[in-house]
Every structure is written in structure tokens, then in C-alpha cells.
């Protein structure tokens, strides 16, 4: 028990409980409520499991760029590129040799995103860029080159299987949960089935020391971005065919707080070392929570930024050593016999 309680795991699966459970009391247990219609589950908590697949798949990328000590803010326009490219495919825009093959456009989009992790990876593991400044590059550029993709049109599309990437039913659950489960799986075998996990939390820590230690430093910063410009592109693809269309402007438009976000609540610090990947999707779930309740309740949807910029503040004052150390200051002490003093 000890151990489960000490885990990463456990206080933010603790969080989305309780907030799982107010919300369940001020909505009067509506927000439980799960209808069947044509064998698909519908409700507040399976729009949580869809809408937040996504924000799941990002998180897992976003995670391994934090654990050592990076960033990526140019997730959001990797998604516009990926939705771009697969939508113009699809619709025959461009490759119309390709006969508007979903497959084909899929995996064309997430070669671009292993492209642009590839050059947040050059700029990051060979240049020696700062990685906010080397992702903001692709940041401030990517929608631009989106739009020249999409010919700076708002590309729709009427493909019924691309449809289905985001709007699929399968065993009456959503797609995206299914897409997302096999992400998360596919990363944990890498970084707990593999000596790579501990490569990027030694990066993460020191990265001369890891160097000197033999860890391939560059190679492995490499691969980590390459693979968050991956998952960013995957979650571009859900987003696009979920709107049936790519909204360059508009996709995944400030997405990349969000998944720092969810990380940050997952646990893993922001200066690196330690991370986990099951902690980050339960913060993406978090995440997702609050936004469906805000949503759910009536409220405006501009206080959902607020709400979200009141968790970062929580998240960043429980990070912050002084502060703990000034919060546990407070708090009563007590003698070796276990008597206040």
C-alpha cells in the first residue's frame, strides 16, 4: 500500500477522482448518466474518454520532451501541418495520383511530423538551441506553412473512413480511446521495457554527466522529439477528421500549454528527471474534465483559461521548494513522543 500511495500515479488519479465525484454531486448525477443508442455509449464521461484522447496522445510526447529538461511549444502547428496534409490528400488537393487513400494520407502526415520533430531535434541536440526558442521557430512557422499546404483554405473533406479516426465507434467506445490506449502502451514498453526511460531521466538530470557515463545524448534527443513531433501529428489527424475538415488557423491553437499542463499536474517536474507516462495522460484526463464541466455547466467558455491558469499556479507553488518547505513550516510539529510541542 505504501508503495501505490508513494507513487507518481497516485495523487493525480486521487485529483481526477475528486473531481470526477463534485462534479457528480453538483450535477445531481447527470454527469454519470451513459446512454446506449445503436450500441454506442453516449455521455459526459465518454466525451471525457473522446475529447481527451487526444489531449492524451500529446501529453505522452510532451512528456519525454519535459523529462529532460525540454519543451516543445510547436505541437499546435505540427497538428495544423498533419491535419493539413491528410485532409488535402484525402480531398485530393495534392498527391491526386493517390486516388484520396486515408491510409496513405495518414501515414504521409505523420512522416511530416516526424520531420518537424526532426528539425526541433537538430536544432535542440546539434545546434545547442535553447528548446523554447528552437521550438518557437516551428511555432510561428508551422501554421504559415499549413496554410501553403492547404492553399491557405479551409480544406473539408466527405471521406467516411477518415471520419472514423475521430468519430468510429468500436465495442460501442470511441476510436480515439482505442488509438490513444495503443499510443500509451507503445510508449511504456519503450521507456520501461528499454534502458530508454532511464536514458531520458539521466538526460533529464545532468547531461554532461549522462555523456560521460556513454549515453548518447544528441541520438536519444533526437529520437525524443522526433517522437513528440509524431504524437502532435497524430493528434492533428484526430482533430481534423473529427471536424471533417483542416483549420489551419485553428488547430490545436494553444494546445501546447495544455499538454504542459497535463504533464505538470501528472507530476513530472518541468527542470527534467523524473517522469511518468501513465501520471501525464491522467492529467490529460484532468484537463479534459474541466473543460467538459465548464462546458457542461453553462459557464462561459473564456473562464475555462481561467480555471486552467489557477491550476498551473497550483501546480507551479507545489513544485516550488521555499513554498512547501514556508506550507510545512505552518503546520503543527510534534515532539519524539508524538506530542504537539
Not at 34 to 55: A, C, E, P, Q
Amino acid at each position: 500500500m505504501k508503495k501505490i500511495t508513494q507513487s507518481m500515479e497516485f495523487k493525480p488519479f486521487c485529483v481526477l477522482i475528486a473531481i470526477i465525484l463534485i462534479c457528480g454531486i453538483i450535477s445531481g448525477g447527470d454527469f454519470f448518466k451513459i446512454t446506449i443508442v445503436d450500441g454506442h455509449f453516449y455521455g459526459r464521461l465518454i466525451d471525457i474518454l473522446r475529447n481527451g484522447s487526444k489531449y492524451a496522445i500529446l501529453a505522452v510526447g510532451m512528456t519525454m520532451a519535459l523529462g529532460t529538461g525540454g519543451t516543445d511549444i510547436s505541437v499546435g502547428s505540427v497538428m495544423a501541418i498533419s491535419g493539413a496534409i491528410a485532409c488535402s490528400i484525402v480531398d485530393e488537393r495534392i498527391l491526386a495520383g493517390l486516388g484520396g487513400n486515408v491510409a496513405i494520407a495518414v501515414l504521409l502526415a505523420l512522416l511530416a511530423g516526424a520531420l518537424c520533430g526532426a528539425w526541433n531535434g537538430f536544432m535542440v541536440a546539434k545546434l545547442k538551441v535553447q528548446p523554447m526558442v528552437a521550438t518557437m521557430i516551428l511555432l510561428t512557422a508551422g501554421r504559415g506553412i499549413a496554410q501553403l499546404i492547404a492553399d491557405g483554405k479551409i480544406v473539408t473533406i466527405t471521406s467516411e473512413p477518415y471520419y472514423l479516426i475521430s468519430g468510429g465507434y468500436f465495442l460501442g467506445l470511441p476510436v480515439p480511446m482505442y488509438i490513444a490506449i495503443g499510443v500509451i502502451i507503445l510508449f511504456l514498453l519503450l521507456t520501461k521495457g528499454t534502458a530508454f526511460g532511464m536514458q531520458v531521466e539521466s538526460i533529464g538530470v545532468n547531461q554532461e554527466s549522462s555523456r560521460l557515463s556513454g549515453i548518447k545524448v544528441e541520438r536519444n534527443l533526437w529520437i525524443i522529439y522526433i517522437l513528440c513531433g509524431m504524437t502532435a501529428a497524430l493528434a492533428g489527424i484526430i482533430e481534423s477528421a473529427g471536424i471533417k475538415g483542416a483549420d489551419c488557423n485553428n488547430c490545436g491553437l494553444m494546445i501546447e500549454m495544455d499538454g504542459i499542463l497535463a504533464v505538470a499536474i501528472g507530476g513530472t517536474a518541468l527542470s527534467g528527471g523524473r517522469f511518468s507516462i501513465i501520471s501525464s495522460v491522467i492529467g490529460a484526463l484532468i484537463v479534459q474534465t474541466i473543460t467538459t464541466t465548464i462546458y457542461a455547466f453553462g459557464v462561459a467558455p473564456e473562464l475555462t483559461r481561467v480555471a486552467k491558469a489557477i491550476i498551473v499556479i497550483i501546480v507551479c507553488l507545489l513544485q516550488s521548494k521555499p513554498f512547501m518547505d514556508w506550507l510545512n513550516s505552518l503546520l503543527p510539529k510534534k515532539s519524539a513522543k508524538g506530542v504537539q510541542a
